[in-house]
């Protein structure tokens, strides 16, 4: 069994330092079993070179692009079993990928993992209890939790993720985990919230606020739920939860938070209209 990680980074060190530390600290497995494909946006490869010598490693580099496209660009270099996808500024736990890779020896095509920050706080509404993943429920899957079967013919949508040249700026690793399903009707994915990847909350990234990137990641979500046709609650539940925020907080005098629900609601709106041209 085998396991290739893609990632790729700018101009995060620190962090990406500290992942690639976390992959050299992994404990129960054979690090000659992992593959890391970095794709080098910036100046990194000393930080790189820090990977233990039996992971195999290939290092690309690229100009500054959208993050769905970056991994297209490594796409094409796996040669392991499985994929995922690190975030620069993610870390593993010293046993996530022994547990990721005893659940993939029961037969399943995916696995995704807990993302907690430093502190315990989910990065995401995923939830604690294990569950078999649907097209209903995807767990609030996000691509540093992500572990797939590799499929030689599924990329990532380039007009979607962060660097979306449509600011569509979220739901790239929804849309790769929703066309896996699409392409494998009889899919076996589990969330098993034991497995933890840590990651930081709260960063603006490359936005100029939390607010901005708030309304870009919603517009990815909108192109999502449109380009996927997903069940009604799915979409009931995203048009209907900030037009209640907007009443809510507005009426309560929130206005930060009145200010969001309306954001995410007009985000969601457009990227369900967008077309590309």
Known sequence: MTL???????????????FFGSINQQQGINLKEIQI???????????????????????????????????????PFVKCDFLAFGDDDCWYTRN????VFNEFSKGYDGVI???????????????????????????????????????????FDENIGVGSPYRLSSGEETDYLLSYMEMHPDFKIIYKPNIIIHHPTGKRGNF????????????????????????????ARSFLRPILGIVVFGLSGKLKRCQKSYLLLKGRLEGYKFQVK
């Open 4 to 18: 290739s990680i893609i990632v790729t980074s700018q101009n995060r060190a620190k962090e990406l330092s500290r």
């Open 113 to 155: 993992g807990h993302g907690l920050d430093a502190e315990g706080k989910e990065t995401n509404s995923q939830g604690f209890k294990k569950k078999l993943i649907s097209r209903k429920d995807q767990c609030g899957a996000i691509s540093y939790c992500i572990f797939m079967k590799y499929d030689k013919d599924l990329r």
């Open 208 to 235: 100029s606020d939390t607010l901005h990137k708030d309304y870009e990641y919603a517009r990815g979500w909108g192109y999502v739920l449109r380009k996927h046709k997903l069940p009604l609650n799915i979409f």
């Open 96 to 99: 996530t990928l022994q547990q």
């Open 37 to 75: 494909i970095f794709v080098d946006q910036g100046d990194n490869k000393n930080l790189f070179s820090q990977l233990d010598d039996r992971i195999d490693k290939v290092y690309l580099t690229s100009q500054r692009c959208s993050l769905s496209k970056a991994r297209n660009i490594a796409l």
